[in-house]
């Protein structure tokens, strides 16, 4: 589902991407579980005035919110 | 008529779809053109009519696409008939053969140059025995999940034509 989301924002804005089904699912399923593996990391990066009273689906819509900033495809 | 003879030209905007899973019209630079998901078996109708003077034997498909972002993998079309002639077919129901023919096809290194799928029917059963003069539908689908061969391209397809022609 993750990956079919993905591939078609591409395919909205044209942008060129030529990873195949496969390759695009086991970079998927990378992420998600590199996501798993780090989330105790991340959730002591964050200052303890926040990290103890942000919700955790608050902590993952900052990331979120950061990553979209660095990122951002035009 | 003779071997390569066009039998029939179809655009996107003379398309109808199905209930479900359907391509996406949508407009390229201008051109009109079907959106076939990259996940998801999608579908597309075309209406016709063969020709009077079609010569009665096998036809070949050819889907004109392009791509919305890949420019490399291999991508998979699959097309049907229906023939709805006079006095047979019941447009209530559909009717096509159920016996998809299939071909692949791969990107070009520019997303925007197009690519030729030519798919074979041979005359009598896989045409659903449309005759000359006859009308008939087409269906055309991508073969997204790659039941038939190879379809390994995440992203839309781009339909702009699909042609037929005496094989």
Request: net charge negative; aromatic share 8%.
């Amino acid at each position: 589902m993750l990956r079919r989301d993905f591939a078609s924002e591409l395919s909205g804005s044209r942008t060129p991407c030529s990873t195949s089904k496969p390759d695009l699912q086991a970079a998927v399923d990378a992420v998600d579980g590199w996501l798993d593996a780090n989330a105790a990391s991340l959730n002591a990066a964050i200052p303890v005035a926040a990290r103890t009273t942000l919700t955790v689906k608050q902590k993952a819509q900052l990331l979120v919110y950061v990553i979209r900033r660095r990122f951002e495809v035009s | 008529m003779a071997s390569g003879d066009t039998l029939a030209v179809f655009t996107p905007l003379s398309v109808s779809f199905p209930a479900s899973n359907y391509a996406a019209p949508d407009l390229r630079n201008n051109h009109p053109t079907l959106d076939f998901d990259g996940s998801t078996d999608e579908e597309a109708y075309f209406e016709g009519v063969m020709p009077s003077n079609y010569g009665g034997g096998s036809v070949v498909v050819d889907i004109y696409v392009g791509f919305s972002s890949a420019t490399s993998g291999s991508v998979r079309f699959q097309t049907d008939f229906e023939r709805v002639a006079s006095g047979g077919t019941d447009l209530d129901a559909d009717s096509f053969t159920g016996s998809m023919q299939s071909a692949g096809g791969t990107a070009n290194g520019t997303s925007g140059i197009l690519s030729k799928v030519s798919i074979t029917h041979t005359a009598g059963a896989q045409m659903d025995s449309v005759a000359a003069g006859e009308p008939f539908r087409l269906l055309v689908r991508r073969d997204a999940d790659g039941t038939s061969g190879t379809d390994d391209i995440a992203t839309d397809a781009e339909v702009y034509r699909v042609v037929i022609r005496e094989a």
